[in-house]
């Protein structure tokens, strides 16, 4: 069978090629957007979950980076509100970390280099007269407090394949394509589920297998060189009560984030560990060791390896720069056009600046195009909006209204609800939530399987939602046995 002819095929659904699909569809263009494997399944799930500027590259003089990304903090936290949310960091102050008055200018820098609306500033603090300083070594007395974004990483990549498809994209996870052959009018793919489609040009965004598809899929053999970084995180019992983070200095000049995360629990990253097979990326007991004396240098209660809950990885594509180690090298992205025009190999960037990379690529392959995405809330962030109010602020309204609209459910759910779908909590909790399997419910599955490609048990509770920290063996099992029903042949 032929799905028919595109203006573009990408492959690779991770945020990069889900916020490609996302604008080129409205822009008006025929897409198909494809991935061997689930969609936002691999780097995209697998980050520090931020959105932020990167205090730490302006150390290498990363100014116009850190600027864009900062700028670009607030239209995230505008048109994805329900996924994301300022966050405040705690950076202590001790004789083994940078100076104060050198971290004093650059949070200056970082507060001033773009414009600031949905964000603090930056301040002191004295850590004894202040909660924050509560989980903390008592050696570390003096403390700044600078604001950033949190965001739900693989929801981001899954509101973005929804607006696409929503806009007439072929979004088709778990379907990578086999051979990509030129012809006259652009390429014939041939993918692996037996089908096949032609397209005007082909976006390659496969992240780390970026160098594999172009020579191996593609037959092209001057995709980037990468450096392919493993970034390891620990899920840890819960250090503190209160919302801050906090980005911790370490000896080797790296830094480590301990953030509050899924209420009950906190997120210790991350590694910069150089490998050389993005597969299968599982964190290594140097790196476990490594985040555990990087959080023990700060903590009052040391964290032992029983106090860890759960732990994942994730591989950054970097592109390659001689000379240059992991933490050096440029986090933002790269566009190789091929020979022949009509294909585009794109690498490197970050979570922050995805929605900026994919305006750049589609600019200098559609120059007559317009740009529009920076004004559209994705789905779930589609609350009314008064003029005058900002994404998180309306975001907060609608949320509280619609405790009230759904008084009849225990609030905790409700909250839990918004956060992960947005608008389309409200339709959930007017028809109904369905059995309850411990913790999840069976109309939010279904919502998974018909609206966000989830295919698995998996999908449901790592990547869709992370309930799957929350809920019991049991829970696990029971939500297990409803996929392997709803997807058994009969």
Known sequence: ??????????????????????????????????????????????STKLIH??????????????????????????????????????????????????????LFLYDHLAHREQVPGSSKVVLRDDHAGQPLDKRYTQAF???????????????????????????????????????????????????????????????????????????LP?????????????????????????????????????????NDFSLIGTTETTI?????????EAETDYLLAAANRYLSRPLERADIISTYAGIRPLVLEEGKGARETTRDWKIVSHEGGDAVTVVGGKITTYRLLAEDVLGRLFPESQRWTAEQPLPGSDFPRIPGLTGQQAWTKWRENL????????????????????????????NGLGENLGGVFTAELEH???EEWAQTADDALWRRSKLGLHLSDDARAAVAQWFAARFTKS
Not at 181 to 206: E, H, K, M, P, Y
Not at 235 to 254: A, M, N
Not at 277 to 284: E, K, L, Q
Not at 413 to 427: H, K, M, N, Q
């Open 448 to 450: 998974m399987v018909a």
């Open 53 to 106: 500027g990167g205090l730490r590259y302006l150390e290498f003089y990363a100014f116009r980076l850190v600027r864009k990304a900062l700028a670009e903090r607030e239209v995230l936290l505008d048109i994805a509100a329900h996924l994301t949310r300022p966050m405040p960091f705690i950076l202590p102050l001790g004789p083994d970390t940078r100076p104060g008055w050198m971290i004093r200018a650059g």
């Open 1 to 46: 069978m032929n799905r028919g002819h595109f203006d573009l095929l990408i492959i690779g659904a991770g945020v990069n090629g889900a916020g490609l699909a996302r604008d080129a569809s409205g822009r008006g263009l025929k897409v198909a957007l494809v991935d061997a494997a689930d969609i936002g399944g691999a780097t995209s799930a697998a």
């Open 403 to 430: 405790r009230v609209k759904h008084a009849d459910y225990d609030p905790r759910i409700v909250d839990r609800l918004a956060r992960l779908y947005g608008t389309r909590a409200d339709e959930m909790l007017e």
């Open 276 to 284: 050389d097979s993005p597969n299968t990326p599982r964190i290594t």
């Open 222 to 262: 001057d995709a980037p060189r990468l450096r392919l970084v493993q970034g390891a995180h620990l899920v840890t019992r819960r250090i503190g009560r209160g919302q801050d983070s906090y980005i911790l200095q370490q000896p080797d000049g790296r830094i480590v984030f301990i953030i509050p995360y899924e």
């Open 145 to 219: 407090r600078y604001w950033d974004g949190w965001v739900d990483d693989a929801r981001l990549v899954i509101a973005n394949a929804q607006d696409a498809s929503y806009r007439g994209a072929l979004v088709l996870p778990r379907t990578a394509v086999t051979t990509a052959t030129r012809t006259a009018s652009g390429w014939d793919a041939q993918l692996g589920d037996g089908t096949s489609l032609s397209a005007a040009r082909v976006i390659n965004c496969a992240g780390p297998w970026a160098s594999e598809v172009a020579a191996n899929v593609l037959g």
